[in-house]
């Protein structure tokens, strides 16, 4: 399917102002419009993505726990941790079940592995979340050259709270992208194989790297296939889009 | 490349289970003390106690009653999601000396936090023999002639044997990284731990302690992914320039602790098997004892549930304490 470019700038547009003025239910956490467009599912096939919302930061310890409170879901692995379950810092030690049923709580969902890709890369599929040039310590909350160890070099050795590199942020604004926290997405793993062969769905995916991790795991089209009921990575976050 | 996902982690599996079995010849008994995670053991002329809970250090009297020895000590959840606050206690002297880990999270900083501190009683501020550490897990007092008391650790987050000189953790160890094969972990995730690739490495992370024979006997629990009898325990001798490891015993799972009893036996306790989505399994959890001349390991309690901490009394009992709220006594069947 061919699509033009043209049209789906106008058509961007304006379904952007309808969607602008519907409600969002994550108050500190406000929603970010990514224009639709032509984008590439994760096995390779075009999807005309329709315009959606996403939240600007990755879900906070803060928000997960007002989240627990409302709901009596259990907390994050991490919680009461003496630095990394701090409020303004990205959850982790939630595995994607209690992802999804955070975001389904407040009407939202996971995005899926499509939306989160052309969120992160774009039309022009950008190596990183603000374009090719290489992660400095600026852009994003990294690990170090080799493969995975924490770095402090960009100030923070482990997660750093959420917002902290706004250089690093995608040209429609949504932070921490490529860094801080790997993000778990509603896809599964297998269906982005190039030859899946039919194999059976075993594995969820996370994407956008961490605290902890070099370049080549950093880059936005780097699929990190685990285990969804995995709950105890110091290093795997989330945020929600609007379904 | 792997290890992407960081992999910090323990506990909280809570699943009913059957109540620990006891070898023949052995008699169990649960001590009904009302704590929620008793961790530290120690003996004079009486149990004494730590609990991860709530901090608290506390006597446990004839009738059962808890008198508390210090007042309760800062506890939170450390670096790999796991109960941290009172470790573990000793008791030289006349003083408390308690093995302290982190706070709880946005509490502020405090000169106690992952330090070696003692207390002469209830009331008084505790002394801080060190702070020099990242995670003082375990660790012993050795009485000397001349210098009174030498102090040993383990330090579980910089992977370090240490002795404390004036205050700073000096390191007689650096205990390094344990090779782990892919195909242990392919079912975790395809991405990270791909059949046919290099192998990958784990913190040894050192945890349990005791010095016998002038040496120093460690576990080494092993990091992320804890895979099954994966720990081990080795010794190596405090003397000398260039201290050297021997392997003791191989193949434990996830072994917390070690003893020694009056009798030559060295007591090992494993923490248990380790599941991907549910943490350690209830049930798991096995002390054992291993005869040194012979070098042949006995099971003496199976199907404990995160079982911490084992303390050989001088009176022959063997004590052990769960982080699942329990704390074990076990006598010779007469």
Known sequence: ?243 | MRRALILLALLFPSVAVADPTPAAGWKLEELPLGLKQPSGLAWADGLIVTDLATGRVVRVKRDGVLVDLTKPLPVGIDVMGQPTGPYKVKVFWHSIVVSQGWPDANAEPAPTDHAIISFWNSEMAPRITSSDFWNPYDFEIIERPIDLAEVIAVDAGKNTLVRIEGGAAKVIYEFPRLKREPSEMSALSPTEFAEGTEPYEVDAVPAGLAISDGRAWVTLFGGFPFVPKGGAVVSLALEGDAPTPRTEVGGLDSPIDVEFTNDGHMLILEMGAFDMATGFVAGTGRLSAVDLRTGKPEPLLDGLDRPITVLAAPNGEIYVSAISGHVYRLKRAQ
């Open chain 1, 1 to 243: 399917m061919r699509v033009r470019p043209v049209l789906t700038i106008v058509f961007c547009v304006c379904g952007g102002g309808a969607i602008a003025d519907q409600a969002w239910p994550l108050p500190d956490n406000p929603p970010v419009m990514i224009p639709g467009g032509a984008a590439l599912s994760p096995a390779g096939e075009a999807v005309q993505l329709p315009t959606f919302r996403i939240s600007k930061f990755e879900i906070s310890n803060a928000e997960y726990r007002r989240f627990v409170a409302e709901t009596g879901h259990r907390p994050s692995h991490f919680d009461g941790h003496a630095e990394i379950a701090r409020d303004a810092y990205p959850v982790v030690g939630v595995s994607w079940d209690d992802a999804m049923v955070y975001c389904r709580h407040y009407g939202l969902s996971l995005p899926t592995e499509t939306q989160w890709d052309w969120m992160a890369r774009g039309r022009e599929r950008r190596e990183y979340a603000w374009g090719n040039e290489a992660p400095g310590a600026d852009h994003a909350n990294r690990g170090g050259m080799a493969c995975c160890q924490p770095d402090d070099s960009d100030g923070f050795a482990g997660t750093a709270p959420v917002g902290t590199f706004p250089k690093g942020d995608t040209p429609e604004g949504v932070s921490d992208v490529t860094g801080n926290v790997w993000e778990w997405v509603d896809g599964w793993y297998e269906d982005g194989l190039a030859d899946n062969a039919g194999e059976a769905h075993k594995f969820r995916v996370l994407r956008g790297g961490a605290w902890n991790s070099d370049d080549a795991h950093l880059k936005a089209s780097y699929r990190l296939g685990y285990r969804g009921d995995f709950r105890y990575a110091a290093n795997g976050g989330f945020r929600c889009v609007e379904p």
